[in-house]
């Protein structure tokens, strides 16, 4: 993979403020050795963003296992806006933005289908519709779902222990909401934000509340928590979906008027000023990568979101205390996409697509990318997506801590939860302009092209709603409802015993079930008939019933010159009120039913049941302490799988299981230093989409081939170690570095192999007349692969800047720094029917990754400034179109925050985030870096204002 050289100023930068807070973290341990320094220290009292970050040193020194933590003092109160965002700081994680809004993390390189996400020690699936409308159908948790205010601490176990649940490579985030024993007595708080973004230019409403209460002398509470939020935004920016080199995907000598050809070639100019001409120009044509749907467009989001906690806590007697909790939460979601866009370069195979245009002349550079080029024959298209999406989710769980003895404990936790993804609406419309002459494009730069249409795009009459084929592809009203569910049933108990002052034997067993269930509709023919189109005229409809045009497009994106910025887009909800195409009915415009799509029609029920043993102590080596656990977990999974093979329902159940040992270690060899050390094997499971068995079956000779997911798929399974370097020289400080290594046996790809049927694991009864298991079978599905290994190091500096040197005024300053490095190597499989492959890092997994954030605090004033950057990292393997990888350019985010108490009970708040406007950057193939998408969401400015009593 070829990285850009984009980052070199700002690793610098950081690298140089790293220097200065491990310089002043010595200087201060020095002056620190004087009685003066030592007092001074002492009567420091920290509030705010400062105690939120000493809860979280203290969280992290106090574990065995390697642990970073975020906190919060109340519910108007966390680190960030956004609970992804704030994860982002946090050593070794980064996030993945949809819509502008962080939506899922990745943890030391492993993407987010690694990471188990627990909310008050119950693992949870939230899911919601992105970028393609469908709910996440993986097990990565979308942590856009939910208000950050919802919860009052994050932490984030990198290494495991026994007694924590299987199914992590990465880490497990634990996520904790408000107990009415976090607070003394009644208490109230509440805010209110106003957020301004400067592009949708949209002002939207932030509310929060929590109510909590104990009686019966603190041994009975009550808390309810609620966060209410809309969010009305909007991207905007080019792409391409993809780029394609005609030679490379079936186009062949002489490279003109034939299936994925030009038409015909004019001229080429080469990068080195050469013109060719005849078969010379036709052979560098097929040679150079064009875009497949050049197009700028607009995608909206208008989102509302409610989320409410509540918990009970009842004491009954010292040393028992039983926590019911309970988490609602509900995600609203209107998308609307419009683009104008060329179709005909992404028609490859059709008669009237590429094979009827003319490459009049072109410009290729030195890296084989058609860069500009002028044509005829060019089908326009411009379109309007609407997709309605809600999101709701429900945990109740019901847990108790009791000690039975001075040395017997006794916990368990019982709960249940659903996340419901809803897509009712997930419609397209689109008109058409045949056969332009004269469309231009150019990719000098590469992700703000110029567009030339040769027509007028603001003119209705230039487009039509068409049924036929005969020209182009017709128009479509596409439509694609779909519904997500995801279930959790789970129990444990768990039992410690204190042998002695030393070791404390701990052990349990648990169960948990989990459900998956998809599925989606189409409307038999996605294409305008000639009924709606009859129809519409004689009830005297035409386009400028249905039309509308999109307005104020590129604001501060220094669009090429004669770009449009305007344009007709087809208005979907016009279309729905004339036609009424959602009532799953035939009326006088046409068919309208919907029948199950068999392709996303599937559902899978895993079970698991675990036990484990672990044994912790605490006890000296001579003069150094040393801490840790050791332990066992087993756990058997048991996965009953369904899908649509072949028209017909096929259920598969597969079992298997797992040993997974774990150590942790901690030794402090001098005072205020620790010194970590952890091993396990992990374990993740398969992708859900990889494991149902839907898919098509040819039984009859001499076709005998399948397509079809693997229900018999292993879990992907890692060998992790981490070593960890921990420096606590006074309050509010640490320095750490952290090495750590995940040597992962097993892989998940797709792979054609011919094998006896019998080896395919599916039923007899699919095979045709005369076909035995014993025949061999062409069979394309999901294969465990070899894996690859995965090394890294992460180093951490924190400290408040309060030391003798810094004059009185400035007191009160204070940064953070955290710096990763990821190396790792997989092969993947880019050809599924060869096996070729091709060598590259994890998907997901930057090189490197940093944030830093500087901050102040001092009497009712507090404010703090941060940043994160992340290196590019690869988002497919292997990419479509004949390329190899897809990418994302590196990133650089930058927020701001700010506070003053007026009074004790009454605060105002100020945040800017995204100040960096960052755009949305992916790229496609390692070589050329064509752009895929070019896309920004604007700043956000934040006013707010808090009350506690």
Known sequence: MRFRDTSFNFRLLMSAAAVGLMAGGAAAQEQDTSGDAEARQETVVVTGFRQSLQQAIAVKRNETGIVDAISAEDIADFPDLNLAEALQRVPGVQIDRDGGEGRSINVRGLSSDFVRVQINGMEALATTGGRDGRANRNRQFDFNVFAADLFTSVKVAKSQDAKTDEGSLGATVQLRSAKPFDYDGFTFATGAQASYNDLSEETDPRITALVSNTWLDGRLGGLLSVAYSTRNTFEEGSSSLRFRVPADDGCVAPFVNLTRCYQSVGTITTADGTVLTGAAAAAAAANGAHPRIPRYGRIGYDRERLGVTGALQFEPWAGTEITFDSLYAQLDQTRSEEFLEVISFAREAGVQGLRTVDLVSGVLDDNRTLVSGTFNDVDVRTEQRIDILATEFFQNSLSFESEISDKLRLSGMAGVSRAIGKNPQQTTISLEAYDIDGYQYDYSDPNLPFFNYNFDVNNPANYVFSSSTALGDASIIRLRPNKTLNSYETGRLD???????????????????????????????????????????????????????????????????????????????AVRQITGFDCNCINQYGDWRLTRFDGETRGAIEKSTGAYVQVDWNADLGYVPIRGNIGVRYVETDLTSFGILSGAEETVNFKYEDTLPAMNIVLEPFEDVLLRFAAAKTMARPNLTALTPGGSIDSSPPGLSLTAGNPFLEPIRSNNVDISLEWYPYEEALFSVALFRKNIESFNQRLLRTIPYSETGFPNSLLGPGVTPDDLFNVTTFVNTPGGVLNGVEVTAQTPFNFDFIPEPLQGFGGIISYTKIDSEFDYIINV?????????????????????????????????????????????????????????????????????????????????????????????????????????????????????
């Open 833 to 949: 029917n060869s096996g070729a492959t091709v060598t590259q890092p994890l998907v997901g997994q930057s090189p490197e990754s940093l944030s830093a954030t500087l901050y102040y605090e001092r009497g009712p004033f507090e404010a703090r400034i941060s940043s994160s950057w992340r290196d590019e990292y690869l988002t497919t393997v292997p990419a479509a179109s004949g390329n190899d990888v897809e990418g994302k350019a590196a990133t650089l985010n930058l927020d701001f925050s700010a506070s003053y108490e007026l009074t004790d009970k009454i605060e105002l708040t100020f945040e800017a985030i995204n100040l960096t406007d960052v755009y949305d950057e992916r790229w496609i193939n390692s070589d050329r870096q064509n752009s895929l998408n070019y896309e920004h969401t604007g700043r956000e400015f934040v006013f707010g204002i808090r009350y506690r009593y």
């Open 495 to 573: 039992l410690a015993y204190d042998i002695n002052d030393i070791f404390t034997i701990t052990g349990g067993v648990s169960y948990k079930e989990f459900g998956f269930d998809v599925k989606e509709w189409r409307k038999a023919s996605e294409g305008v008939t000639a009924t709606t189109l009859t129809a519409l005229a004689a009830n005297g409809y035409t386009l400028a019933d249905y039309t509308t045009v999109l307005t104020n497009f590129g604001q501060g994106m220094d669009l090429p010159a004669g770009t449009p910025t305007s344009w007709i887009i087809p208005d979907l909800n």
